[in-house]
């Protein structure tokens, strides 16, 4: 075994622990957060904390990642998601739960560096290969989070899973320290016109607004309203958790197929595809109090959100300068963040205000945006 491949080792396990730490206690989030006295809206802004964070911090990591190092960046992020899971724990009230939830969203923050940094052990036309990997390894440990957050929480309590959160969050900064970072070219000091040849490029920009659709509906709908909406038809938590990780199991071959789609069709066709998709389970999510239904629908949800979240970041990387990947991401990722924030705040009100059919039916549309804007104007293949 060469020293890149045990370097790519230790990475791919503490990316493991991260998303691990990060997910353990997502089904039962929304649950926890009413449980404390939060209302429909308060939980909504709750869950929307979590894209503060990222919003505000991803473009000055990757900036910052591309000068300095992916790899100090990356041990931040898994810190903060430790310290953020303890906050989630001892909270004892909406208020705290959403300072927590801020602090784990700083640190998703760092998935900027991690995405760059796990890239730079494969080579340049090895771009899409290393993603489909890294998606395949987040994914996974997401579906294996989830499924087990809900069993935990149900047969022992909520806060047992923030604290087990904890210390997967601390074992996997671990497997990072001992890891080595490859060498990479580093770009100039000059932040603002690194941000700005980012922003310059409309073919990123396109990418960004269409994954601001996704993560609209993925933290409004499926990380946010979909497991209090089961709830209220009758599950218990565990089988809130096992919604959520089969959904999250169906990306992972929403992922794996993107890498072969890709060779066949064009990428916008691909994402116009996954829009369809999503939009037609958000539509019989509405229409449906069967949960059996809703358990099969979300297999082609998370299918689509697999294939159309790989094909982005592909396509992020694929049109970026070579020594701006990382500010590149940093906008990207911000972006988007703009969907995580929205979806769920915008849904809370929905939910509050209205019902829990209004949050499916203007997600249904915002997905639908996406879709057309992807499907307009074909994405180029290659730089």
Known sequence: MNNNTKNLIYVSIGTCCFWLSLYLYVPILPIHSTELGANLEVTGFIIA????????????????SDIFSRKIFTIIAFSLSS????????????????????????????WVSLTVLFSTFFPEDKTQKSVTILMIINTMCVVIATFFGGIIAENYSN???????????????????????????KSSKNYLLSVKNVIKNKT?????IIAITLQFVVFGINFGFLPIYVESLGASKSEVGFLTSMGMLSTVFG???????????????????????????LIIFSLSENLLLIFIVQIFNGFGRGLMNTILISLTLIHANKNLKATTQGVYQALYSIGMLLGPAISGV??????????????????????????????????
Not at 360 to 383: H, Q
Request: proline content about 4%; glycine content about 10%.
């Open 159 to 185: 806060s047992i899973t923030f604290y087990i959160s904890f210390i997967i969050g601390i074992i996997g900064i671990l497997f990072l320290v001992i890891s080595k970072e490859p060498i990479f070219e």
């Open 83 to 110: 310290i953020g899971a303890l906050t989630l724990g001892l909270s004892e009230n909406p208020n705290q739960l959403l300072i927590g939830r801020s602090i784990t969203g700083i640190s998703a923050a760092g």
């Open 350 to 383: 929905l939910a509050q205000k209205y019902s829990l059919d209004y949050v499916f039916i203007f997600s249904t549309i915002i997905i639908g945006f996406g879709g057309v804007l992807s499907i307009i104007k074909p994405f180029n293949e290659k730089k």
């Open 255 to 281: 992922t794996l197929i993107s890498f072969y789609l890709q060779k066949k069709m064009n990428p916008s066709v691909c994402l116009f595809i996954s829009s369809l998709m999503i939009a037609g389970s």
């Open 49 to 64: 904390s979590y894209a503060l964070g990222q919003l505000l911090f991803r473009i000055p990591i990757g900036i910052l």
């Open 204 to 208: 990123i920009i396109r990418i960004s």
